[in-house]
């Protein structure tokens, strides 16, 4: 398995991790949660998969995909209540899922000789509409909007690394640990000291 193999899959496992907490969360059943689980873990590739036109989509291609979002079901309905708060853990694997799937989606890209503007959005898409998608299906405020927080400018900034990468003459392996690196570096930055971008204030008109 290659090094873009690897990333993906474990962006896909700890995606779907947060999936099962968010179920866990709602107090789904054990199907519940594997929709979520699964749906978080593969949605954002997904949608990259079909705006760059790979037939299959990855996960029909190589299903241990799913295989480890199942795990990832199992593993968080019999161990959620130990969890101190769930939100908490939430909000640091996704940090990490991010990382990982920013990394993965925009290499993907690259592989595939896409420009680096298109490298950058396929690296953000596959990043945040996983989570995006689990956070619209469970009715919570979806974390990517939360107001002023690091969340789609780490992704972007991460995928800017993969995509100026080849200008700087950097390999793989180095573009991926950096890519996630920066990713991870600002999400957490955000959760653990309000790293945070102006928000907009409206004025009163001027007559």
């Known amino acids: 398995m290659t090094l873009i193999s ?20 709602a107090q789904l059943d054990i199907i519940g949660f594997a929709f979520l689980a699964i749906l978080t873990g593969v949605g954002g590739g997904t949608v990259r998969d079909v705006l760059l036109d790979r037939n299959p989509v990855f996960w029909m291609t190589d299903p241990t995909y799913l295989g480890v979002a199942v795990i990832a079901v199992f593993v968080v309905f019999f161990t959620a209540h130990l969890f101190e708060s769930r939100y908490k853990a939430i909000l640091w694997l996704d940090a990490a899922a991010l990382a990982f799937a920013v990394a993965a989606g925009a290499n993907i890209a690259t592989s595939l000789g896409q420009s680096a503007a298109i490298v950058v959005v396929m690296g953000t898409v596959t990043g945040c509409l996983g989570g995006l998608m689990r956070d619209v299906v469970a009715n919570e405020v979806p974390l990517v909007l939360k107001q002023g927080e690091l969340y789609v400018t780490c992704a972007v900034a991460g995928a800017a690394v ?41 004025r009163p008109p001027r007559y």
């Open 6 to 25: 690897w990333i993906d899959h474990a962006a896909v496992l700890v995606f779907a991790l947060t999936g099962a907490l968010v179920a866990s969360r």
């Open 162 to 202: 993969v995509a100026l990468a080849p200008f700087f003459g950097l390999g793989q392996t180095l573009t991926v640990l950096a890519a996630a690196g920066i990713t991870f570096g600002l999400r957490a930055g955000s959760i653990a000291f309000g790293w945070r971008l102006p928000v907009y204030k409206s």
